[in-house]
């Protein structure tokens, strides 16, 4: 159904569908992040992702029933749009729009970090333009190309996953690496017990572990251009939450069997010391390549949406019209080229700026994860008071628990929110917030009165 008169071109397969969900779950923050949440709350982490876990799966039913339904690529942007209201539809696309760019911003001039551990005499600014050029064409020749790139790039961090969770569990069980000596599970609870911090750990925890996780809500958006829509979402859907308890959970058990958890990440990363203490040569060349084709990954998937939303977002009279353009081979080549400009702008000025004014950008993309899920299950709500019994009847991919899980979710995300205003760098996101939301409602009144219809 493509309820805006979508012309996008339906070239992703199931598995393309299949990898890119589990590329949008995992992050660079596993591979160099995890300490930080690991020192929140000790061994208990696992209890944090296990929670989140089942929340982001309430959260990506909710998103998957309307999807199955209504495939767009404008996804829950067009769905509040519907649903909400014109200005909710407005204000989840361009606040999904500005989290991209400012994540792809990070993510290409990490990349110029990365490439420096190999060439430390290549500017990194060189490297960044570098991977905005070469991505961005990748996104301008047709979706199939995005949808290949982006299967190798989830390909590669999926294998590095199992290999550290296969090679953790050699030394584990069979001493691998420490003379024949079975390590054992001990360190799970020998370091001040299982939840050393308390409940208080836990729950600070849950705000970065909630972060962790933004980028699922990526399936969503390639709805409108899957082949088969019924079929491939509810199954990557479905799919997220054991490979969250695979991937997450499996690799941060395996770092806190091996060392004490007050020690993770003090000695560098945890995956480097565990191919290295099983004798595999190159380890840290090896992760660092995995750790450069994930953000490769996020800014490849980034770029991805920031084109489909500013298309979605000009159909739904949201945006200026100049972003309906396709190419034709049907991708959204303005949308694409216009978020590339920014990106570009973003560079240098992460050069030139207060490297304040780039925490306070990001406090809002964090803020904008929490804003499209809350929408998205709130989108669901009315979506479902929209119909009849006997339409209710027929959903194919029917959120489960509905209404509870939904309402249980909303509270979940509200306490996260909550949580952030008593963790230093998260607090400045609650007054950032606020001023973005005041800036997107005035430009959103002024679109109104422009009663010419050019803008829209």
């Not at 989290?99 to 001039?109: N, Q």
């Not at 230093?424 to 679109?447: C, E, Q, T």
């Amino acid at each position: 159904m493509h309820q805006e008169g979508e012309k996008l071109q339906r070239g992703l397969s199931n598995r393309h569908i299949q990898l890119i969900a589990l590329g949008g779950a995992i992050g660079v923050g596993l591979f160099y992040g995890s300490s930080e949440t690991i020192q929140m709350a000790g061994p208990a982490i696992l209890l944090s992702y296990i929670v989140g876990g089942l929340v982001i799966f309430t959260i990506m039913r909710a998103l998957g029933e309307m999807a199955v339904e209504e495939p767009v690529s404008g996804s829950f942007s067009s769905y509040a749009n519907r649903y909400l209201g014109s200005f909710a539809g407005y204000l989840t696309g361009w606040t999904y729009w500005f989290m991209w760019v400012v994540v792809g911003m990070a993510e290409i001039t990490v990349a110029g970090v990365y490439v420096n551990y190999w060439f430390p005499d290549i500017p990194q600014w060189v490297t960044a333009l570098v991977v905005l050029i070469g991505i961005t064409l990748i996104n301008l020749i047709n979706v199939k190309a995005f949808g290949e790139f982006e299967f190798w790039f989830a390909m590669i961090k999926v294998i590095a996953i199992i290999g550290m969770i296969l090679a953790g569990l050699g030394i584990i069980l069979f001493g691998i690496g420490n003379e024949g000596q079975p390590i054992g599970f001990e360190n799970l609870w020998a370091h001040g017990g299982f939840m050393p911090n308390g409940v208080k750990g836990i729950l600070f925890s849950l705000v970065m572990v909630m972060f962790s996780f933004g980028g699922v809500e990526l399936i969503g958006i390639t709805a409108g251009e899957a082949e088969n829509p019924k079929k491939s979402i509810p199954s990557a859907i479905n799919n997220v939450v054991w490979r969250i308890l695979i991937f997450y959970i499996g690799a941060l058990g395996i770092m806190m069997v091996l060392y004490p958890w007050n020690k993770v990440g003090s000695e560098g990363s945890p995956f480097v010391l565990i191919f290295d203490k099983v004798g595999i040569p190159g380890a840290a060349h090896i992760i660092n390549f995995v750790v450069l084709t994930a953000a490769l990954s996020a800014f490849n998937s980034g770029l991805f949406s920031t084109g489909r939303m500013l298309y979605n977002l000009s159909l739904q009279n949201n945006g200026p019209r100049y972003f309906r353009k396709l190419s034709k081979h049907g991708a959204p080549i303005r949308g694409i080229l216009f978020s590339s400009s920014f990106l570009l702008v973003a560079v240098f000025l992460n050069y030139i700026v207060p490297e304040k004014v780039f925490i306070y950008i990001s406090a809002v993309a964090t803020v904008a994860v929490i804003t499209s899920w809350t929408i998205i299950l709130i989108t669901q709500l009315k979506f479902r008071q929209s119909k009849t019994n006997d339409e209710v009847k027929k959903l194919k991919f029917k959120m489960p628990l509905h209404p509870f899980s939904t309402y249980i979710a909303l509270t979940f995300l509200a306490l996260v929110i909550v949580l952030m205003a008593f963790i230093d760098g998260m607090r400045v996101a609650l007054v950032v917030a606020p001023i973005w939301f005041a800036v997107l409602y005035v430009g959103f009144r002024l679109k109104k009165k422009d009663s010419s219809g050019k803008i829209n």
